[in-house]
């Protein structure tokens, strides 16, 4: 009875140490909550880079829709171009052909012409692009120094926390648990900011690659277009113009036959 009082009042006098992620953070000082915060400022960047190039993306693969159902069956370039959203990707080549074309008039060779339209929606093409690559250098950055941030504040926190060993003379749990868990929560914060970075880049990258294929069929076809003075369309088009054509004399009512002449 005696040994179980004396233990009871040992424990209520023994020192309650808390941990958890603000303790660490706290035992941490400035530096580790100087590391914390370059962390969380990649990762608010890297999310906000991934939501505002995503719906950029969807908006220009959205208005393609528009592109092969109204721009294509316009009677002129003109007519189809107002039927494209202002400031869009489409309507830039579109406006960037039509200004080449006005201009190509100066021109004195026909092949010069060409190659003047030509550069002229490479370069509009080019522009957009460009458009659409702009942050991911961030999400590519993040990607590749977010780990380091961590590590960094993980080789700070085994540093304090050898200190404190040293100081002490002993490796208790109260002198080591603190800095070594700052250090496992660096780890940890910088790759989590490091992942989400690298999968939005490489996805971002992906979607901006099938985005070029189709600006560069749209350009070939508008130049097409322009060079022939409205003749050639995209063979998609002509070829659902067919059918189209195909079906209604299919279904079209047949003409009765002529009735055999009398005989005198």
Request: charged share 15%; no cysteine.
């Amino acid at each position: 009875m005696l040994i179980e009082l004396l233990a009871a009042a040992g424990g209520e006098a023994a020192p309650q140490t808390q941990f958890g992620f603000w303790e660490a953070m706290e035992q941490g000082g400035v530096i580790a909550w100087s590391i914390l915060g370059i962390l969380v400022i990649m990762s608010v960047g890297s999310f906000y880079i991934l939501f505002t190039k995503l719906m950029e993306q969807n908006k220009i693969m959205r208005q393609y829709k528009s592109v092969r159902t109204t721009f294509w069956r316009a009677n002129t370039l003109q007519e189809g171009a107002s039927k494209l959203e202002k400031n869009s990707a489409w309507r830039q080549l579109v406006d960037d052909g039509l200004a080449a074309e006005g201009q190509h008039t100066k021109m004195t060779d026909s092949l010069e012409a060409h190659d003047w339209l030509h550069g002229s929606l490479a370069r509009s093409e080019a522009s957009i692009n460009s458009k659409l690559a702009s942050g991911l250098p961030f999400l590519a950055t993040v990607g590749a120094t977010a780990p380091f941030v961590g590590l960094l504040g993980t080789v700070i926190g085994i540093y304090r926390a050898l200190i404190a060993i040293g100081i002490a003379g002993s490796a208790s749990i109260d002198k080591v648990a603190g800095p070594v868990g700052e250090a496992l929560i660096m780890t940890a914060i910088g790759l989590l900011v490091a992942v989400p970075a690298v999968f939005a880049y490489n996805w971002l990258q992906n979607r901006n690659r099938r985005i070029a294929e189709m600006l560069a069929a749209f350009s070939t076809d508008l130049l097409a277009n322009i060079t022939s003075r409205g003749a050639v369309k995209p063979a998609s088009l002509t070829a659902a113009s067919t059918q189209q054509a195909g079906k209604a004399a299919a279904t079209a009512p047949a003409k009765p036959a002529a009735a055999p002449a009398a005989k005198a």
